[in-house]
T-cell receptor, first 115, second 109 residues
Framework: DTGVSQDPRHKITKRGQNVTFRCDPI?????LYWYRQTLGQGPEFLTY????????KSRLLSDRFSAERPKGSFSTLEIQRTEQGDSAMYLC?????????????FGSGTQLSVL | DQQVKQNSPSLSVQEGRISILNCDYT??????FLWYKKYPAEGPTFLIS?????DKNEDGRFTVFLNKSAKHLSLHIVPSQPGDSAVYFC????????FGAGTRLTVKP
C-alpha cells in the first residue's frame, strides 16, 4: 500500500498529557499537510511542509502544537498539555509539487479523545 | 474563516436519480475547486476537480459546474447509486486547501 499512513488510528489521553502522531506520506510527494477535523465540520488547515521546511502555520496552531518533518519524509505532530478542546480527527495529507489541480491525498487520520 | 460554504448538511435521493450538491465561496482568488468524498473512519478521497478558468468538468457519472460570477459550484451525480452514500466536501485552493463543512448524501435503493 503506497498511500498516506497515519499512526496511531486512535488515541485516548488525559487532559494535560502530551501526545505525538506520525504521518508517512506517499514516498514521492514533497508536500505534507496537517489538518484537523471536528464533528460536523470540514478539515481545517493546521500546517504545511515542503520537503523539511515548515512553510506555513495556521493561527489555529497554538504554541502547544509543534510539527516536524526532519528529513523531508515522515512528519510528527505533537500536542503538549492536551485540553479537551483538542479532541478531533487529525488528518495528514500529501501532494507532489506540480500537480495541476493541487490534489491532496489524505491518510485515514488519528482520532484524538482528551478526557 | 468561512471562505467555502456548504449550506446543506444532508441530502437524500433515490437510486437512479440525480444528486446535486452545492457549494459557495467568497474568495475570487481560488485557483482550483475540488470535491472530496469521505466514508466513516477514512480520510477524504479526491473525486473531481475544476480549474477556475473552466466552467464544467466531467468524469463518468460525476460533473462539476463552476459559476464564477455567482461564486458557486455544484457536483452532479447521475445516476446516483447506493455506494455514493458518503459525506462530500467541497474544497478550494489558493496555496492552501480550504474545505466546506460537508454534505451527507444518502442514496436510497
Amino acid at each position: 500500500d503506497t498511500g498516506v499512513s497515519q499512526d496511531p488510528r486512535h488515541k485516548i489521553t488525559k487532559r494535560g498529557q502530551n501526545v505525538t502522531f506520525r504521518c508517512d506520506p506517499i514516498s514521492e510527494h514533497n508536500r505534507l499537510y496537517w489538518y484537523r477535523q471536528t464533528l460536523g465540520q470540514g478539515p481545517e488547515f493546521l500546517t504545511y511542509f515542503q520537503n523539511e521546511a515548515q512553510l506555513e502555520k495556521s493561527r489555529l496552531l497554538s504554541d502547544r502544537f509543534s510539527a516536524e518533518r526532519p528529513k523531508g519524509s515522515f512528519s510528527t505532530l505533537e500536542i503538549q498539555r492536551t485540553e479537551q478542546g483538542d479532541s478531533a480527527m487529525y488528518l495528514c495529507a500529501s501532494s507532489a509539487e506540480g500537480f495541476t489541480d493541487e490534489k491532496l491525498f489524505f491518510g485515514s487520520g488519528t482520532q484524538l479523545s482528551v478526557l | 474563516d468561512q471562505q467555502v460554504k456548504q449550506n446543506s448538511p444532508s441530502l437524500s435521493v433515490q437510486e437512479g436519480r440525480i444528486s446535486i450538491l452545492n457549494c459557495d465561496y467568497t474568495n475570487s482568488m481560488f485557483d482550483y475547486f475540488l470535491w472530496y468524498k469521505k466514508y466513516p473512519a477514512e480520510g477524504p478521497t479526491f473525486l473531481i476537480s475544476i480549474s477556475s478558468i473552466k466552467d464544467k468538468n466531467e468524469d463518468g457519472r460525476f460533473t462539476v459546474f463552476l459559476n464564477k460570477s455567482a461564486k458557486h459550484l455544484s457536483l452532479h451525480i447521475v445516476p446516483s447509486q447506493p455506494g455514493d452514500s458518503a459525506v462530500y466536501f467541497c474544497a478550494a485552493s489558493d496555496l492552501r486547501m480550504r474545505f466546506g463543512a460537508g454534505t451527507r448524501l444518502t442514496v436510497k435503493p
